[in-house]
């Protein structure tokens, strides 16, 4: 099992642009979902999605839109980029059997100049 | 909304010696999970342990457990014969059971000292 993978390591963007952070598991697990983490601050939820084709905002949705079209695959949109959108993007997943534990994905580096 | 305070920004310990990591969080909910995870230098955010709050025992891996005291909200991470590959930051996370939003503390950064 490679777990959670995410694409690309590492992007640099500038304002405006649009990108989509791509992030995929091989373990069946029905909830997945995206975060994000800033210096100083631990991670918080940006969406999440309980199975395909289900999927709602978390704490801070703003400037992202989600979509899950599979159990596999979570893409993270960012439709037009801005400078406050610089960080570090995770995914994670769950699997129902799980108790509740998440396993996240090795992070994208987002810098938006 | 839940909080979860971490109030030790760094720590620092003497490689074999013990460190406790502390952690807060507020709820009021009687159902839910602890987690401590380690994020090394990689930032890859790897689970280090897990306690349920329904569970009165202490939950134990290898040279890390906890100290979950509910009544008083308090989740503390102890390591044991501290190593070199024990330097990281360590986040202490909150989940309601059923609920789709873990909730993370600002991290403590340990330090190892050869």
């Known amino acids: 099992n490679a777990g959670v993978t995410q694409t690309p390591k590492f992007q640099v963007l500038k304002t405006g642009q649009s990108m989509t952070l791509q992030c995929a598991q091989d373990?069946?697990?029905?909830?997945m979902s995206w975060y994000r983490q800033d210096p100083g601050m631990g991670l918080r939820l940006i969406h999440y999605?309980?199975?395909?084709?289900?999927?709602d905002q978390g704490e801070v949705p703003n400037g992202y839109n989600v979509s899950r079209s599979t159990t596999e695959d979570f893409p993270l949109r960012l439709l037009s980029a801005a400078p406050s959108q610089t960080s570090v993007y995770f995914c994670?997943?769950?699997?129902?059997?799980?108790?509740?534990?998440?396993?996240f994905g090795p992070g994208t580096r987002l810098l938006v100049l | 909304a839940q909080t979860v305070t971490q109030s030790q920004p760094e720590m620092s310990v003497q490689e074999a010696e013990t460190v406790t990591l502390s952690c807060t969080y507020d709820?009021?909910?009687?159902?839910?999970?602890l987690f401590w995870y380690k994020q090394p230098p990689s930032r890859q955010m790897i689970l280090v342990i897990r306690?349920?709050?329904?569970?009165?025992q202490n939950a134990t891996e290898n040279r890390f457990s906890v100290n979950f005291q509910k009544a008083a909200k308090s989740f503390s991470l102890k390591i044991s014969d501290s190593q070199l590959g024990d330097a990281a930051m360590y986040f202490c996370?909150?989940?309601?059971?059923?609920?789709?939003?873990?909730?993370f503390g600002t991290g403590t950064r340990l330090t190892v000292i050869p």
């Open positions: 373990m069946n697990h029905e909830y």
């Open positions: 709820t009021s909910e009687s159902d839910y999970y």
């Open positions: 994670a997943s769950r699997g129902t059997s799980e108790l509740e534990t998440q396993y």
């Open positions: 999605s309980v199975g395909a084709g289900i999927t």
């Open positions: 996370a909150y989940v309601g059971t059923g609920a789709n939003n873990l909730f």
């Open positions: 306690q349920e709050a329904y569970k009165q």
